[in-house]
Structures are given as C-alpha cells and as structure tokens.
C-alpha cells in the first residue's frame, strides 16, 4: 500500500496546482492538471476497497461503480483537454465517486485503521463532490466554484489522512519478514 499511499500524495499536489492554475485564469494548464488529479484518483478509488465496511456487499458494488465511475473520468477529462467534449458531462461520474467516498466512510465510520476523523474528512468530501456536481448539472457556476474551492480543501485533508493510513497498511509477505508459514491439510 506504500504505492497507493505515494499516489494519495500525488493526487494532493495535483489537485491544489489544479486549484492554483484555476485562481490565476491558467484555464488550460487547469485541465491537464485535472487530468493528472483524476488518474492519480484511481489508486485512491480502489485502495478506498481496503475500507473496512458495515456492509461489505452494498459498499462492494459501490467501490466497483465508484471505480469505473474514475475511469469514465479520466476519459472525459482527457476528451476535455483535447478540446473534443465540452459541457456538464463530468458531473455524472463525478457524483459516483463522491457516493463512492460516501459510502466508505459512512458505513465503515472509526473502523481500524481509519480514524474517525479521516471518516469525517471522507464523508465531507463526498459532499464536496457532490455539491460539485449537482452545482455544474444546475448551471450555476458560481455555486460551483465555491463547491469546488470547498470540495478542494476538503479532499486535500481527507486524502492527506488517507494517504497516511495507507502507508500504514503495508502488507509484508512471510518471506518478508522472516516468519516460514506451514501449511498442513
């Protein structure tokens, strides 16, 4: 998990440049670093899996969706940077990911690892997403810049805490670690 955890990280500093670039009218260096957000959001999304859950079924085929929901991200983004789509269109994978965070950190709330308060991180950046889109597929664009500022230093905080229980979560294999595991049937 030291990977995911580097790429949590990442996914900080893209998202801030993201934010950074926005607030100096750099609009279309904004779209590039989006682009790198959403790609560095697909560790997230799926080491988010590892969150224990009250419901591990319900909060399976959520994370599953809320993957594919990253992926469809990463499409849109990288069509928009290329200029070839335009309009509300990520608003809907967008709302799938922030029900994706929702849910993990609502039904596994102050499970170990994950502290309470990263929960509390988690399900206000879910609102964050949420809000976000919701604002975008109801054309009010200054709702949605502030969402967006909000939903920023909301996911920020929520994935510097996720980051740092995913570096904690390293699995050492009994190679590793010296331990000779027998097996006996």
């Given at each position: 998990?030291?990977?995911?955890s580097?790429?949590?990280?990442?996914?900080?500093?893209?998202?801030?440049?993201?934010?950074?670039?926005?607030?100096?009218?750099?609009?279309?260096?904004?779209g590039?670093?989006?682009?790198?957000?959403?790609?560095?959001l697909?560790?997230?999304?799926?080491?988010l899996?590892?969150h224990?859950m009250?419901?591990a079924a319900?909060?399976?085929?959520?994370?599953?969706?809320?993957?594919?929901?990253?992926?469809?991200?990463?499409?849109?983004?990288?069509?928009?940077v290329?200029?070839?789509?335009?309009?509300?269109w990520?608003?809907?994978?967008l709302a799938?990911?922030?029900?994706w965070?929702?849910?993990?950190?609502?039904?596994?709330f102050?499970?170990?690892p994950f502290?309470?308060?990263?929960?509390?991180?988690?399900?206000?950046?879910?609102?964050?997403?949420?809000a976000?889109?919701?604002?975008?597929?109801?054309?009010?664009?200054?709702?949605a810049?502030?969402?967006g500022?909000?939903?920023?230093?909301?996911?920020?905080?929520?994935a510097?805490?996720?980051?740092?229980?995913?570096?904690?979560?390293?699995?050492?294999?009994?190679?590793?670690?010296?331990?000779?595991?027998?097996?006996?049937?």
């Amino acid at each position: 998990m030291r990977w995911t955890s580097a790429f949590t990280f990442l996914s900080i500093v893209a998202l801030l440049a993201a934010v950074s670039s926005q607030l100096l009218g750099w609009t279309e260096v904004r779209g590039w670093f989006l682009l790198a957000w959403a790609v560095l959001l697909l560790p997230v999304a799926i080491g988010l899996l590892s969150h224990p859950m009250r419901d591990a079924a319900w909060g399976l085929f959520i994370g599953f969706l809320g993957v594919v929901a990253v992926l469809l991200v990463i499409v849109l983004q990288a069509l928009a940077v290329a200029n070839v789509l335009s309009g509300p269109w990520i608003a809907y994978p967008l709302a799938v990911v922030g029900a994706w965070i929702l849910v993990a950190s609502g039904f596994g709330f102050g499970a170990a690892p994950f502290s309470a308060m990263v929960d509390v991180l988690g399900l206000l950046t879910a609102v964050g997403l949420l809000a976000i889109a919701a604002a975008t597929l109801a054309g009010a664009a200054d709702l949605a810049r502030a969402a967006g500022a909000a939903g920023a230093v909301a996911y920020c905080l929520w994935a510097a805490g996720l980051g740092w229980v995913f570096w904690g979560l390293q699995r050492q294999s009994p190679a590793f670690n010296g331990v000779v595991v027998e097996r006996r049937l």
